[in-house]
Nanobody, 127 residues
Framework: QVQLVESGGGLVQAGGSLRLSCAAS????????MGWFRQAPGKEREFVAALSWRSGGRTYYADSVKGRFTISRDNAKNTVYLQMNSLKPEDTAVYYC???????????????????WGQGTQVTVSS
């Protein structure tokens, strides 16, 4: 059973930084793609970033976070991170870690392409 547990959310001022963590169990973070999504109140869940399982760990980002957010993993801790810099009020959302059941050629960017989800962690950016 794959379990994902996020942590690291909180309240931060615009321009600040946060690092989210996603601790995985039941599977290693190198065995498949890992993704981050977010959902703001009244909006659909949207793709934020993904990390390929392939050697080298190619990364993918939504245009809205490119250059500000960085996805990475620590194989020894079996944890995936989302470093968020230059945060904006529009980044306010619940952030979810996700993983697919099957390997893909490239990581998916749609929520329906992921099978395992964490409980989410709230990120609030004040202006």
């Amino acid at each position: 059973q794959v379990q994902l547990v996020e942590s690291g959310g909180g309240l931060v001022q615009a321009g600040g930084s946060l690092r989210l963590s996603c601790a995985a169990s039941g599977r290693t973070v190198t065995s498949n793609d890992m993704g981050w999504f977010r959902q703001a109140p009244g909006k659909e869940r949207e793709f934020v970033a993904a990390l390929s399982w392939r050697s080298g760990g190619r990364t993918y980002y939504a245009d809205s976070v490119k250059g500000r957010f960085t996805i990475s993993r620590d194989n020894a801790k079996n944890t995936v991170y989302l470093q968020m810099n230059s945060l904006k009020p529009e980044d306010t959302a619940v952030y979810y870690c996700a993983a697919p059941a099957q390997r893909r050629v490239v990581p998916g960017t749609r929520s329906e392409q992921y099978d395992y989800w964490g409980q989410g962690t709230q990120v609030t950016v004040s202006s």
